[in-house]
Nanobody, 128 residues
Framework: QVQLVESGGGVVQVGGSLTLSCALT????????MGWFRRAPGHEREFGAA??????????VYADSVKSRFTIFRDSAKNTVDLRMTNLIPEDTAVYYC???????????????????WGQGTQVTVSS
């Protein structure tokens, strides 16, 4: 059974940094497409970042709103995928969810319905 557990959320000031971690059990992160999504209060869930499986080239994809500020990377030894967030702004305040899927084509990495498994989420609050 595949399970994902996020950690690393918290409160950070504007301009600060935070790293979220997603631990995957039941499947290798290298064989999975891993994504980070977020849902801000009163908003729909939105795509943040994704990394395709190793066999698919480990391509990184980012939402325009986080590009150059967020970095997704995979630690195969720990079987985790992390999201390094820098230069945080109040608009980044949200619950962040880790997701996992298999066989997701590159053009579909931003689509949440392509992912089969989801974590419970971790809250990130950026205070001004």
């Amino acid at each position: 059974q595949v399970q994902l557990v996020e950690s690393g959320g918290g409160v950070v000031q504007v301009g600060g940094s935070l790293t979220l971690s997603c631990a995957l059990t039941g499947r290798s992160v290298s064989a999975s497409t891993m994504g980070w999504f977020r849902r801000a209060p009163g908003h729909e869930r939105e795509f943040g970042a994704a990394i395709s499986s190793r066999s698919s080239g480990s391509n990184n994809v980012y939402a325009d709103s986080v590009k150059s500020r967020f970095t997704i990377f995979r630690d195969s030894a720990k079987n985790t995928v992390d999201l390094r967030m820098t230069n945080l702004i109040p608009e980044d305040t949200a619950v962040y969810y880790c997701a996992s899927g298999v066989g997701i084509i590159l053009s579909a990495l931003r689509q949440p319905h392509r992912y089969n498994d989801w974590g419970q989420g971790t809250q990130v609050t950026v205070s001004s």
